[in-house]
């Protein structure tokens, strides 16, 4: 700005045809899914995620399934006290795909990043995301592709998921909005540009 030049800038990018929407398992069960990537770095949020998460799971009880994947958290291990998971180690690629395909909700709780993928994979997977809002600006749009809630606001990241829970045309809605976002982050658009 200051020299007058257009600098070109281009997002990261993915393979698209690595995430597919496929049908929820929620739509012939009830039971709604959430996932969650864990790392045990404290800025990754994972802390905030479980307690969001036993706040869900003390309102819905069984209804709610919830899946991490990533690296294990040692403080907060799947048999935590708070909010009880289950833990993917190690997930194959197209495994991981599939996760995201048929989960219902992605939380993505990290309190700072930097174009993070977890929660643009998701929106390329039909879930919908609630997410934090630094390093995600550039693709999550509160309550047009996603519900971006502020850091470390624990009430505020369990009101987003029961908000979802309770609205599976609102789920839909991102889901299917958040797939239109991702189609403008692959790699051959990001070469182009």
Sequence with gaps: ????????????????????????????????????????????????????????KARYGSRIEWNVFGYAHLDLPED?????YTYHPKLPFAE??????????????SWFESFPLPPLEAMASGTAVVTTDYG????????ENAL???TGRVNDLAAAICRLVEDEHERNRLA????????????????QR
């Design 148 to 150: 971006v809630v502020g």
């Design 80 to 84: 935590n006290p708070y909010a009880r």
């Design 176 to 191: 299917s909005a958040g797939r239109k976002t991702a189609e403008n982050f692959t790699w051959d658009r990001a070469v």
């Design 1 to 56: 700005e200051r020299f007058g030049q257009q600098v070109p800038f281009s997002n990261n990018g993915f393979v698209l045809s690595d995430f597919n929407p496929q049908p929820k398992k929620s739509a012939s069960d009830g039971i709604v899914r959430v996932f969650t990537y864990s790392r045990p770095e404290e800025w990754k949020g994972f802390a905030d995620a479980v307690a969001a998460m036993s706040i869900v």
């Design 96 to 109: 991981l795909a599939t996760l995201y395909a048929l989960s219902d909700i992605a939380l993505c709780p």
């Design 136 to 143: 995600t600006e550039d693709y999550a749009v509160h309550e």
